[in-house]
T-cell receptor, first 113, second 115 residues
Framework: GENVEQHPSTLSVQEGDSAVIKCTYS??????FPWYKQELGKRPQLIID?????GEKKDQRIAVTLNKTAKHFSLHITETQPEDSAVYFC????????????FGSGTQLTVLP | DTGVSQDPRHKITKRGQNVTFRCDPI?????LYWYRQTLGQGPEFLTY????????KSRLLSDRFSAERPKGSFSTLEIQRTEQGDSAMYLC?????????????FGQGTRLTVV
């Protein structure tokens, strides 16, 4: 089955700096890659996603890039703010009946004021 | 709030007891998923329903676990003879059945503690 690895496990940045989180996946059949943000005690919330027919996608301060050849994808957050502090999870999904998500182990992002 | 709702939010039970959790998905979503999340880890897939049919089960879902989705609306997850290793956050997610999309909306989860 699919395996997703995520790095780093913790990341501290100064407010206003950029943050980058990287993930690799094992199954080249995966074609959907969402990123979820989870604040302490709250539900995971989708912040951005990308499909395998696209190399990059942006939404305001957040961008995701996908390299299908290398089987890795990254989350970029620019001009970080304290409210960006949370755990971020990458995930991958394959086409098929269930299309369940395989998640990475998460990155605890702390934005220091 | 018209999102995915789960009940209860927290459950403390003694080892060996049975517990049941409920999930109400977003009303127009045909797909329903159960995931389990332990501290410091990402959610792990447990099972999947398309309407009322349970179509996928993870190897993580032992015989003590059973899930149902009668009438294709709400779902229940039952754990029999709970063990301490069952302590985790149980997350429900739902997704529309449109082609080429797998966007999943999560509930706030049920935190299970087995003592």
């Amino acid at each position: 089955g699919e395996n997703v690895e995520q790095h780093p496990s913790t990341l501290s940045v100064q407010e206003g700096d950029s943050a980058v989180i990287k993930c690799t996946y094992s199954d080249s059949a995966s074609n959907y890659f969402p990123w979820y943000k989870q604040e302490l005690g709250k539900r995971p919330q989708l912040i951005i996603d990308i499909r395998s027919n696209v190399g990059e996608k942006k939404d305001q301060r957040i961008a995701v890039t996908l390299n299908k050849t290398a089987k890795h994808f990254s989350l970029h957050i620019t001009e970080t703010q304290p409210e960006d502090s949370a755990v971020y999870f990458c995930a991958a999904s394959m086409p098929g009946s269930a299309r369940q998500l395989t998640f990475g182990s998460g990155t605890q992002l702390t934005v220091l004021p | 709030d018209t999102g995915v709702s789960q009940d209860p939010r927290h459950k403390i039970t003694k080892r060996g007891q049975n517990v049941t959790f409920r999930c109400d998905p977003i009303s127009e979503h045909n797909r329903l998923y159960w995931y389990r999340q332990t501290l410091g880890q990402g959610p792990e897939f447990l099972t999947y329903f398309q309407n009322e049919a349970q179509l996928e089960k993870s190897r993580l879902l032992s015989d003590r676990f059973s899930a149902e989705r009668p009438k294709g609306s709400f779902s229940t997850l039952e754990i029999q003879r709970t063990e301490q290793g069952d302590s985790a956050m149980y997350l429900c997610a739902s997704s529309p059945s449109r082609e080429k999309t797998a966007e999943a909306f999560f509930g706030q989860g049920t935190r299970l503690t087995v003592v």
